[in-house]
């Protein structure tokens, strides 16, 4: 399975961006990380294919994760954007027995 993640930018603080990752084949759950200069990379949200949903504190009210089960695809509607939010994001899929990596997305929030 290959991801194909789209969407990043440069924003200001306030703002809105959507990512997209879409996989080539089946999947059970996707979702996204992301990884802040000189920090781990941590769980941002994730989403089953029966509609079950896991959203970080740090972003619950301003993120929200949703899929396209048909398309195999995964989208995270980020709004209110803070500086703290740049980092590179990272699509994750399973698929039940193994766990896929996207290339990283860059989203740069500015002050």
């Known amino acids: 399975v290959q991801l194909q993640a789209s969407g990043g930018g440069l924003v200001q603080a306030g703002e809105s961006l959507r990512l997209s990752c879409a996989a080539s084949?089946?999947?059970?759950?996707m979702g996204w990380y992301r990884q802040a200069p000189g920090k781990q990379r941590e769980l941002v949200a994730t989403?089953?294919?029966?509609?079950?949903?896991n959203v970080a504190d740090s972003v619950k009210g301003r993120f929200t994760i949703s899929r396209d089960n048909a398309r195999n695809t995964a989208y995270l509607q980020m709004n209110s954007l803070k500086p703290e939010d740049t980092a590179v994001y990272y699509c994750?899929?399973?698929?039940?027995?193994?766990?896929?990596w996207g290339r990283g997305t860059l989203v740069t929030v500015s002050s």
């Open positions: 084949g089946s999947i059970f759950s």
């Open positions: 989403s089953t294919n029966g509609g079950y949903t």
């Open positions: 994750k899929a399973n698929d039940g027995r193994y766990a896929y």
